[in-house]
C-alpha cells in the first residue's frame, strides 16, 4: 500500500514537474507573443492595429513615433518589457522551485529522480550556470521582442493565419518538415561546435556544467546562443509557415531542451524523442567520459546516420574529437 500511494505520489510529482517546465519553456523566449498577440490583434483590435494605436493620439513625440512607425516598432517598449518579464519571471521562479524541490529538498533520495545521482554542480557553477543563463535570456527576449512587434505590427513575414491559404496537406506537411529542419541544423551546428577550436573557445562555457540543471539550457557562450536562435527566427522570413505549427514546434524545442538539461531521469512522451538522460550523457564527466557524442536533441536520427550514438565500448574523453571516441581497451592500456 505505501509503495502504491508513493507510486501514485511519485507520478503526480513527475507530471506536475512536466507540465511546469512546459510553462518554462513556452515562457523562456519572446515567440509566443507572436501567438499572444496575434490572437489579440485579430479579435480584439482588429487586422490593423497600427490605426488604433493609442501612440497616434499623442502629439509630442511625433519624431519618435515616426522613426519607430517606418520599421514597423509601434509599442515595441510594451513588448519587450512583456517579454522580457515574462521570461523571467518564469526563468528565475519556475527554474528556482525545481531547483528548491528536487536539487534541494529531495536532494537525499537523489537515486530516485537524478540521471547522475552521486554528482551535483558546485556552487560556483550553479552561480555560473544562473547568471550566464539570465543574460543570455536578456539578450534572447530582447531578440524575440524586436522581431515579434517587427511582425505584430505588418512587417514583412511568410508566417500565414489562415490555412486555407496554402491548404490542409501543406499545413500537415510543414509540421515534420520544420521540425526536422530544427532537428537537422541542431544537430550539425552543435556538432560544428564541436570541432577543436570552437569547442575550445565556445563550446566549452556549455560543458562545463557536467551535470546539468534547467539554468543550464541556456547557458552558454552568447554566440552560440545567437547561432541558435537564429535558425528558429529566420524561419518567419523566408519559409511559409503557419503560425499554429511555428509557435507550438519551437515550444516543443524548448521543453524538450529543458527537459535534456534538468538532469531529471525522463523517459520522453514520444517515441522518436531521446530522454532525457541521452543529453545529460553528453555532460557526464566520470571516469568514463561522454562528452564529444549524443548531439542530438529531438531524434536520433542524425546521430544515427553519422554513427554519433554512444557506444559502451568506447570512451569519449574531453580531448578525443570526433563524435566516435576511442576503444575502452586501448585507452585503458595506455593509461
Ligand atoms: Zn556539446
Ligand atoms: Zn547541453
Known amino acids: 500500500m505505501f509503495s502504491t500511494d508513493s507510486n501514485i505520489r511519485e ?15 513556452t515562457a523562456a523566449r519572446g515567440e509566443w507573443l507572436l501567438m499572444i498577440i496575434y490572437l489579440f490583434k485579430e479579435q480584439i483590435i482588429g487586422p490593423s492595429p497600427t490605426k488604433n494605436s493609442a501612440l497616434e ?10 522613426f519607430l512607425e517606418r520599421w514597423r516598432l509601434q509599442n515595441l ?47 560556483e557553477n550553479e552561480k555560473h550556470e544562473f547568471l550566464l543563463g ?47 529542419y530544427i532537428d537537422c ?11 577543436k577550436w570552437l569547442y575550445i573557445n565556445i563550446h566549452k562555457v556549455h560543458h562545463r556544467y557536467h551535470q546539468p540543471t534547467a539554468f543550464s539550457t541556456v547557458a552558454m557562450h552568447p554566440a552560440e546562443f545567437l547561432l541558435h536562435q537564429s535558425y528558429l527566427i529566420i524561419v518567419p522570413f523566408y519559409f511559409p509557415i503557419h503560425v499554429a505549427v511555428y509557435i507550438p514546434t519551437i515550444l516543443y524545442v524548448y521543453y524538450y531542451g ?62 578525443i574529437f570526433g563524435g566516435k571516441g576511442q576503444q575502452l581497451l586501448s585507452t585503458k592500456k595506455s593509461s
Not at 144 to 171: E, H, K, M, P, Q
Not at 186 to 195: D, E, K, S
Request: proline share 3%; glycine share 6%.
Open 258 to 319: 529543458m527537459m535534456d538539461h534538468s538532469g531529471i531521469n525522463m523517459s520522453a512522451l514520444w517515441p522518436w524523442q531521446p530522454p532525457s538522460i541521452f543529453h545529460d550523457n553528453h555532460h557526464k564527466e566520470g571516469t568514463i567520459r561522454y562528452f564529444h557524442v549524443n548531439f542530438g536533441f529531438n531524434s536520433y536520427l542524425f546521430d544515427w546516420l553519422h554513427d554519433t550514438l554512444r557506444k559502451e565500448d568506447r570512451v569519449y574523453g574531453e580531448d
Open 185 to 195: 541544423l541542431a544537430y550539425y551546428f552543435h556538432r560544428l561546435t564541436h570541432i
Open 134 to 180: 539570465s543574460a543570455n535570456m536578456l539578450l534572447g527576449a530582447t531578440v524575440s521582442g524586436f522581431i515579434a512587434c517587427y511582425i505584430v505590427n505588418g512587417g514583412y513575414t511568410t508566417l500565414y493565419y489562415n490555412i486555407s491559404d496554402r491548404g490542409w496537406l501543406y499545413f500537415l506537411a510543414s509540421i515534420p518538415a520544420f521540425y526536422m
Open 11 to 25: 507520478c503526480i510529482n513527475k507530471s506536475v514537474f512536466m507540465v511546469t517546465v512546459f510553462l518554462l519553456a
Open 77 to 123: 517598449h510594451l513588448m519587450l518589457t512583456m517579454s522580457i518579464v515574462v521570461s523571467f519571471i518564469m526563468f528565475w521562479g519556475i527554474g528556482g522551485v525545481f531547483q528548491y524541490y528536487f536539487y534541494y529538498k529531495r536532494r537525499n533520495q537523489a537515486a530516485d529522480w537524478k540521471c547522475q545521482p552521486d554528482k551535483f554542480l558546485t556552487p
Open 57 to 66: 493620439n499623442r502629439t509630442t513625440e511625433v519624431i519618435s513615433e515616426s
